[in-house]
């Protein structure tokens, strides 16, 4: 049983290709400056590691705090959303999307002193998150950006595939799904509003930027109260090819085949499609999809 003064710590010494490994030891020391006893959860899988961090937050620590990239941050998501547990960030990851829509500062050792005073201080930033309703009835929450088009079956492929290995196997994803290319007839409500449309691309933001800095929802503020939903019309390989760039600027959204909405519950569904959030795999579509202000507090 730990104490309410704990400060619980989900760390993925794999994130960001083990390149943060070695910090970790200093990230525990600084966060330790907040007096309070620091503890690092032991999980073997991500199904463990939602299932520890289930545990720390119904002891009732003061803090959990995710060392990571945005799978790590997504598993613990699950644990702290709407329990008022302050939840700390501390980037070691490959994209460190949310940490990027949020502040959070992107220097590991930065980020867990901030985390440190903010529990000093008292304090914390109240934070919208996603809330997400499968057809099972079955809740996930998630941080940055829900992918729903072109680029979840990228991923889906990419997760299929046993070589290669690393970044490389979703470049080969990419070729080979950009080839088999279609459009998809989209069933899309926004509070109650029919938005239905054929097309490539749907992704629905709680922050901007998804795949490590591609600023899909550029005008996304997750503590507006709203979701930010982009949606692309049907485009052919070329114009694919072309718009790709202009998404690390957000430049995309001025585009006459993209279009942009902002809703508090967005409704959606196509036949094939597993939506990814967080870059992980979710559930089979169709999805309902609720910004619920406030349900995180965010020490930084």
């Excluded at 700390?88 to 502040?103: C, E, I, K, R, S």
Aim: contains cysteine; proline residues 5%; positive net charge.
């Amino acid at each position: 049983m730990s104490s309410s003064d704990d400060i619980a710590v989900l760390a993925n010494p794999r994130a960001g290709r083990g390149r943060h490994r070695g910090v970790l030891p200093a990230v525990l020391e600084r966060l330790g400056a907040a007096g309070r006893t620091v503890r690092l959860l032991e999980a073997a899988s991500a199904e463990d590691a939602e299932k520890v961090c289930h545990r720390a937050v119904t002891d009732g620590v003061a803090a959990l705090v995710a060392v990571g990239g945005d799978g790590t941050v997504h598993r613990a998501l699950q644990a702290v959303a709407g329990t008022g547990t302050g939840f700390g960030l501390v980037p070691a990851g490959t994209g460190n999307d949310f940490a990027a829509g949020t502040g959070v500062p992107s220097d590991p050792l930065s980020a867990a002193e901030a985390i440190a005073a903010a529990l000093r201080d008292g304090r914390d930033r109240s934070l919208d998150l996603a809330r997400v309703t499968t057809t099972q009835g079955d809740v996930r929450w998630f941080g940055a950006v829900l992918a729903a088009g072109f680029d979840a079956v990228v991923n889906e492929r990419a997760n299929r595939m046993v070589w290669p290995r690393g970044p490389r196997r979703y470049d080969l994803a990419i070729v080979l799904e950009t080839a088999r290319l279609r459009p998809r007839s989209y069933t899309l409500v926004l509070d109650g509003v029919d938005r239905s449309f054929d097309g490539v691309l749907a992704a629905i933001g709680n922050t901007s930027s998804y795949g490590g800095g591609l600023r899909i929802c550029p005008d996304a503020d997750p503590a507006d109260g709203l979701l930010d939903v982009v949606v692309a019309a049907p485009l052919g390989r070329r114009e694919l090819v072309r718009l790709k760039p202009r998404l690390r600027r957000g430049t995309h959204v001025t585009d006459p085949l993209v279009t942009s909405y902002r809703a508090r519950e967005v409704r959606i569904d196509t036949p094939g499609i597993i939506g990814y959030a967080d870059g992980e795999r979710l559930a089979a579509l169709p999805l309902v999809i609720s910004c619920e202000p406030g349900a995180l507090r965010l020490l930084r």
